[in-house]
């Protein structure tokens, strides 16, 4: 045979492939004899150096309808509206009438409800009745009544306006938030309301189909979808060191924007596997990824606070950094790759009561395998103090566990219950203006009716003059109420009050009032 034999003969060959390969496209796409199973590959059969296809079945998931998930739960989330009268809008330091979602750090990750537009509002003139302070989303979980929203969404309302899917409309009351995981939980008078089942957010898998739903640029009951892209992302090194709360999301590319922020995520089920919280922007408009705060841990924010009024938070009691690959080949390491490498280990904490070390390496809690800080954070949001867990941790290159009772912030087991500012044992009296002229100041809160608490406690006497609290000036009682709160609410294991301020013989004194229990 001749090479212009041979070469003829090959493309006949390659043709007659050609044409099964098409043929059986289209009766796929035709839906001909289509075999009983979910896939379809090709097998080579036939002679030596090359052959027909043929198709095999082994196992993918064919194309997916999203419309049961869609259907079930776009009556499970609404529009929530927050209002504000322009004194609260200056609350925010940004002038009068300035709204917060104007702060460039907040359009980056949730977007401005002016579209991206970041221009100056006019200035506000102070007789103006309430005006709409920002645009999101929340998802009811109680029929009746219970909504979950984001703590960014409803910071700083004056009135929340919550309107359903079928256009009815209540003003909704804050049962609590937590700054903390961007989470917060509202109450409307209702009953009989449609609710979207919580799923487990653990069972997620990166690569499965998931739906955002909500009202972004309060277009409501919007649906977009997308995949699981990462779970227990951190996204703090794009915030240029800022906090970001838990640092545990799960990352989507499902499309989400602003007034999207509190809405639904949900997987094929329709069941909640997340609260849309952040996107990454650079213009304040979806760019490709979103993040959610997992179920997992909203779960536990919002049965705290309705439980106990505020969040339990546990802590082991460890600093710590993610192993690298220098740290790995610097210590010697050689049992593991990834983890949380323990530098230094609290006094009077969970972790030293259960004998953890510095450069220990924590690679599971029960069970769950920890290879980077957003996972053992997302682990330990799960517990309450006094919950015990299982740590497994690398020592000298030998895998170990041992069991530990997680504590609180201030090294014990107990349980915070959230109080009101009346603890303090006093009422408050703004000064009058002949009191402002008489002892030479621009604003003043005055102790009255001083009984058993925590002013008390730590020496105050009725007739002080409160001039700032933690370097915050007052000026009335509300301002009290809230800087009580956010102490209340932080972090910090120290919960203190540090007050200046004078007695009407002009001596200026300063107290430290304890706040823990």
Same mark, same amino acid.
């Given at each position: #045979?001749?090479l212009y034999s041979k070469i003829a003969l090959l493309a006949c060959g390659v043709a007659i492939a050609s044409s099964a390969v098409t043929v059986f496209a289209v009766d796929v796409l035709n839906g001909n004899d289509m075999p009983s199973s979910s896939s379809y590959t090709f097998t080579e059969s036939g002679y ?22 869609? !259907? ?64 999101? /989303? ?5 029929? %009746? ?15 929340? $306006? ?48 998931? *739906? ?18 990462? @779970? ?20 989507? %590319? ?6 999207? /922020? ?8 329709? $069941? ?8 990454? /922007? ?49 210590? $010697? ?13 609290? $006094?009077?904490?969970?972790? #030293? ?22 996972? *053992?954070? !997302? ?8 919950? @015990? ?42 000064? /009058?203006? !002949? ?5 030479? *100041?621009?604003?003043?809160l005055q102790v009255v009716g001083l009984k058993d608490g925590k002013f008390k406690s730590a020496g105050i006497k009725d007739g002080f003059i409160i001039l700032d609290i933690n370097n915050m000036r007052v000026k009335s009682q509300d301002d009290v109420e809230k800087i009580y709160d956010a102490i209340m609410k932080?972090?910090?294991?120290? @919960? ?17 009032? %304890?706040?823990?229990?």
């Open positions: #045979m001749n030596d150096g090359g052959g027909i296809y043929k198709v095999s079945q082994n196992g993918v998931t064919p194309p997916t309808d999203f419309t049961h998930a869609a !259907e079930s739960t776009i009556n499970g989330v609404v529009s929530i509206k927050s209002y504000a009268t322009p004194r609260g809008y200056n609350a925010y330091g940004n002038g009068g009438g300035a709204s917060p979602f104007n702060d460039p750090f907040l359009e980056f990750f949730f977007g401005s409800p002016n579209g991206g537009n970041r221009r100056q509002q006019p200035q506000q003139k102070q007789d103006k009745p309430e005006q709409q302070l920002g645009l999101g /989303s929340g998802v009811i979980i109680s029929p %009746d009544g219970y909504i979950v929203t984001n703590n960014h969404v409803i910071d700083g309302a004056e009135r929340l $306006e919550i309107t359903l899917n079928d256009n009815r409309t209540f003003n909704a009351k804050v049962i609590g938030s937590d700054a903390s995981t961007d989470i917060a939980l509202l109450k409307i008078e209702a009953e009989g309301l449609p609710v979207i089942p919580i799923g487990d957010s653990d069972a997620l898998k990166v690569g499965e189909w998931v *739906l955002a739903v909500g009202n972004p640029f309060g277009f409501t009951s919007t649906v977009t979808t997308g995949i699981v892209s990462a @779970k227990a992302r951190s996204i703090g090194s794009a915030t240029q060191g800022r906090p970001m709360g838990i640092e545990s999301y799960i990352q989507t %590319d499902a499309a989400v924007n602003p007034g999207n /922020s509190g809405g639904a995520l949900v997987n094929i089920n329709g $069941e909640l596997v997340g609260i849309n919280t952040a996107i990454y /922007s650079q213009t304040g408009n979806y760019a490709g990824y979103s993040f959610a705060v997992p179920t997992s841990i909203v779960k536990k924010i919002i049965t705290d606070i309705k439980q106990y009024g505020t969040v339990q938070r546990a802590v082991l009691g460890v600093a710590y950094r993610e192993l690298t690959p220098q740290l790995v080949k610097d210590m $010697e390491i050689t049992a593991v790759n990834d983890g949380i490498l323990i530098d230094e280990v609290v $006094e009077r904490s969970a972790a #030293m009561e259960a004998g953890l070390q510095k450069n220990d390496i924590i690679i599971g809690i029960n069970g769950v395998g920890i290879h980077n800080s957003a996972q *053992l954070q !997302e682990q330990l949001n799960k517990y309450r103090p006094g919950d @015990k867990i299982v740590v497994k941790y690398i020592r000298d290159n030998k895998e170990k566990s041992t069991n530990v009772t997680l504590r609180n912030n201030q090294g014990n087991v107990n349980i915070t219950v959230a109080n009101d500012y009346t603890a303090l044992g006093c009422a408050f009296k703004k000064l /009058s203006a !002949e009191q402002l002229r008489q002892y030479q *100041l621009t604003s003043g932080s972090n910090e294991a120290d @919960k203190v009050m540090f007050i200046t301020g004078i007695y009407p013989t002009g001596r200026k004194v300063y107290y430290a009032v %304890d706040l823990a229990d």
